[in-house]
C-alpha cells in the first residue's frame, strides 16, 4: 500500500513538472490570446511530437544524402518492379530491364502527349495503366497551364502521405527554419487560399491543383472554416484579411506563391476603411456578396475591437513600406514560393512590405506534375532559394543547357543526360524526373542551377522554366534572356519606374495591323510611376540585341523587326488572372502570369486591354 501510494505522488509530481514545464515553454515561445489553456497544451503536445519526428526524419535524411546515387538506384529499381506489370510497365518491357544503365538505354525522353492515353485511362478507372494493384489514387493533380494547356497527374494515397507527413511537415527544412527563421509557436497563420467547387474525373477521383496539401497541420488559422464554403476571390481575400488583421499577434502568412500574399496585402491597403470599420464593430460589411447563412455564422464568430481597430489604421495610414511589421510586431516570417529569376520583383514588392525584420522564405520544391522535389536545408539566402534534392522523392536525371536554351525533344539523344555525380556546380540543367506516380524520364520544364552539394545530393536554384521560348525565325531566345534585357532597360529608366507584370507574344498571333510588317515580339508591360518614352522603351530591344547574338543577327538582316511594347492600364493582369480563372480550367490558387503568350485569342485580350 505504501509502495503504491509512493509511485503515485511520484507520478503525481512528474506530471505537474512536466506540466510547469510546458507552461513556462509556451510563454517564452510565445502563444495566440484565443487558445484557452487546455488548447495550449494540446497544441503544445502535436508541435513537441512533431519536434521529435523531424529530428529522427533528418537522420534518415543524412543517410540517404550521404548515399545519394544508390539512393536513388534503388528507388528506380523498385519503381520498375513495382510497375513492370501495369499498362505502360507492359508496353515497355519493364520486366527486362535489370538496371540503371539498361533503364537510361531503352526507354526514351518523354513529355505529356506520351503519357496522356494512360492517365485518360486511369482518369477513366483504368488505374492500371500507370498504377500498382496495391496503390490507390488519391486525387488527380491539375497543372496552371503557364507553359500550354492544362495537364492532369494521378496522386496515390502513398505519396500524398509522403508528401504531407514525411516531407512537408517533417522535412529537414522543418529544422532548418527554426535555425535560422524562427523557433515555432503557438501563434496563429493565414493560408492565403480559394476554395474551389470540386471537380471530378469520369471515374469519380477528386482533381484539384493540390494547394491545401501545403497547410501545416500543426498550425491554427485565423480564417474560420465556415469562411472555405466562399467560393468567389475578392470575398475570400477579405474575409482572409479581416480575420488575420484581428489577431495583433499572428505569427505567420504563408501562400503557394508569394505574388498571392502580395494580392493579399493590396487588397488589405486598397480596402483598409471597411476593414477597421468591420473590426472596430464586431460584423462583415453588409455589401460583401456571401449568403446570408455563412454571414450569420462569421458575425457570431466576431467581436467588436475597437482598439485593435485604431492599431490597424495607424498602420495603414503609414503607407506601403514597413506595412507587415506595423500591422503585426511579432509576425515571424511571410512564407510563399518565389524562385526564379522572373519572380524577383515579387521579391523585391514583398521586401517593400515587410522591411528588414520580417523574413520572407520559400516552401518546398514541388509541382503539380511530379510532386516534392527538394527542401531547403537552410534559409542562408531568401531572396534565391536554394533547395537540397530529395534522393527518394524521383529518379533524376539533368539535360545541359545549351546556350541558355533547351533542346527540342528531337535534339536530344538518351546519352546526353547526366546523373548528379556528373553535375557541374554553377551548371544550368533542366530536370528530367521519373516518378512515384507513373512518369518515366519526363521533362516538365524546369532549369536549376547547381550551387553545390549537401554531403552527395545536388543543392539547386530554380532558375526559369524552358517552355516559355520565343522563336520567331530560329533565334530560340529564353525566358531568362529576354527577363534579363527587361531588367537592365529597366536600371537605365527613371528611378520611380518599377515593372509590375509583364508577358510578351509572336506578333504573327496579333490581328492586322500589329502582324504587319517584319514579324516581331509584342512586350505588354504593366508599370508603377511615369509613363515611358518611345526611346526609353526601346531599350530592350537594345539591351536584348547586346545580350543574345541570334536575336541582334537577325535584327540587323531584317528578319525580326524591332519590339513593340505596351504599356498597360494598371490591374490589367489581375484582371487578366481572372479572365483565365472564368474561362479556362486554371484556378486562382495556382496562377501564375504566362511570361510568352502562345494563342492569338490572349494576345488579342491584351490589345483590347488597351482601348479599354
Not at 10 to 25: C, E, Q, R, Y
Not at 151 to 156: A, G, L
Not at 170 to 190: K, M
Request: hydrophobic letters at 40%.
Amino acid at each position: 500500500m505504501e509502495w503504491a501510494l509512493s509511485t503515485g505522488v511520484t507520478v503525481i509530481s512528474a506530471s505537474l513538472v512536466a506540466l510547469l514545464a510546458a507552461v513556462l515553454d509556451i510563454t517564452r515561445r510565445g502563444c495566440s490570446d484565443d487558445l484557452t489553456w487546455p488548447q495550449a497544451l494540446r497544441l503544445y503536445a502535436r508541435k513537441v511530437k512533431r519536434a521529435l519526428k523531424t529530428r529522427w526524419q533528418h537522420r534518415q535524411f543524412v543517410r540517404d544524402t550521404t548515399n545519394f546515387a544508390q539512393c536513388q538506384a534503388d528507388l528506380l529499381l523498385n519503381l520498375l518492379r513495382a510497375h513492370e506489370k501495369t499498362g505502360y510497365g507492359r508496353d515497355h518491357q519493364f520486366a527486362s530491364i535489370q538496371s540503371v544503365e539498361e533503364f537510361r538505354r531503352s526507354h526514351p525522353i518523354t513529355e505529356y502527349d506520351h503519357f496522356k492515353d494512360y492517365i485518360d485511362r486511369a482518369a477513366a478507372g483504368e488505374t492500371s495503366a500507370m498504377l500498382a494493384d496495391d496503390e490507390t489514387v488519391a486525387i488527380f493533380s491539375q497543372t496552371s497551364g503557364t507553359t500550354g494547356a492544362n495537364k492532369r497527374f494521378p496522386i496515390t494515397k502513398r505519396s500524398s502521405h509522403r508528401f504531407i507527413e514525411i516531407q512537408l511537415n517533417h522535412g529537414p527544412h522543418q529544422l532548418a527554419q527554426a535555425r535560422d527563421i524562427a523557433p515555432w509557436d503557438l501563434r496563429n497563420s493565414v493560408f492565403v487560399a480559394i476554395t474551389q467547387p470540386p471537380k471530378y474525373t469520369i471515374s469519380g477521383h477528386f482533381q484539384s491543383g493540390g494547394s491545401k496539401l501545403l497547410v501545416d497541420s500543426t498550425n491554427r488559422l485565423t480564417t474560420p472554416e465556415v469562411a472555405d464554403q466562399v467560393m468567389t476571390e475578392f470575398e475570400s481575400h477579405y474575409l482572409h484579411a479581416l480575420f488575420g488583421l484581428r489577431d495583433q499577434k499572428l505569427g505567420s502568412i504563408s501562400a503557394v506563391f508569394l505574388s498571392f500574399v502580395l494580392s493579399l496585402l493590396k487588397r488589405m491597403e486598397e480596402h483598409q476603411d471597411d476593414l477597421v470599420a468591420d473590426i472596430r464593430r464586431g460584423r462583415v460589411k453588409e455589401d460583401l456578396a456571401i449568403d446570408a447563412d455563412i454571414r450569420t455564422k462569421l458575425n457570431a464568430l466576431l467581436t467588436p475591437m475597437p482598439a485593435r481597430a485604431e492599431e490597424v489604421r495607424a498602420a495603414f495610414a503609414g503607407g506601403s513600406d514597413g506595412l507587415v511589421p506595423r500591422l503585426w510586431p511579432e509576425l515571424k516570417f511571410i512564407m510563399g514560393a518565389h524562385g526564379g529569376i522572373t519572380n524577383a520583383m515579387y521579391y523585391q514588392k514583398a521586401l517593400q512590405y515587410c522591411g528588414a525584420s520580417v523574413p520572407i522564405i520559400t516552401y518546398v520544391y514541388s509541382s503539380s506534375d511530379v510532386g516534392i522535389i527538394g527542401v531547403p536545408t537552410d534559409f542562408g539566402c531568401l531572396e534565391r532559394p536554394v533547395f537540397t534534392l530529395l534522393p527518394d522523392a524521383c529518379f533524376f536525371e539533368f539535360l545541359p543547357m545549351l546556350d541558355g536554351r533547351a533542346k527540342t525533344l528531337e535534339e536530344i539523344t538518351r546519352e546526353e543526360l547526366l546523373l548528379s555525380h556528373q553535375l557541374e556546380v554553377g551548371g544550368e540543367y533542366e530536370l528530367i524526373t521519373t516518378t512515384r506516380t507513373g512518369l518515366y524520364r519526363y521533362r516538365f520544364g524546369d532549369v536549376l542551377r547547381v550551387v553545390g552539394f549537401y554531403h552527395h545530393a545536388p543543392r539547386v536554384e530554380f532558375a526559369y522554366r524552358a517552355g516559355q521560348l520565343l522563336n520567331i525565325d530560329d533565334e530560340k531566345v529564353s525566358e531568362k534572356a529576354f527577363f534579363e534585357s527587361v531588367d537592365e532597360a529597366r536600371s537605365q529608366w527613371p528611378p520611380e519606374v518599377v515593372v509590375k507584370e509583364y508577358t510578351v507574344a509572336d506578333s504573327r498571333l496579333a490581328p492586322a495591323p500589329h502582324s504587319s510588317g517584319d514579324p516581331h515580339y509584342m512586350l505588354f508591360l504593366e508599370l508603377d510611376g511615369p509613363r515611358l518614352t518611345e526611346g526609353q522603351t526601346q531599350l530592350v530591344d537594345g539591351c536584348l540585341r547586346g545580350r543574345h547574338e541570334r536575336y541582334a543577327g537577325h535584327r540587323c538582316l531584317g528578319r525580326l523587326g524591332p519590339i513593340a511594347v505596351f504599356q498597360l492600364p494598371a490591374g490589367t493582369f489581375e484582371r487578366f488572372r481572372a479572365h483565365l480563372v472564368e474561362t479556362t480550367p486554371v484556378t486562382p490558387n495556382q496562377f501564375k502570369v504566362p511570361r510568352v503568350l502562345k494563342s492569338g485569342g490572349r494576345v488579342q485580350w491584351f490589345l483590347d486591354s488597351m482601348e479599354g
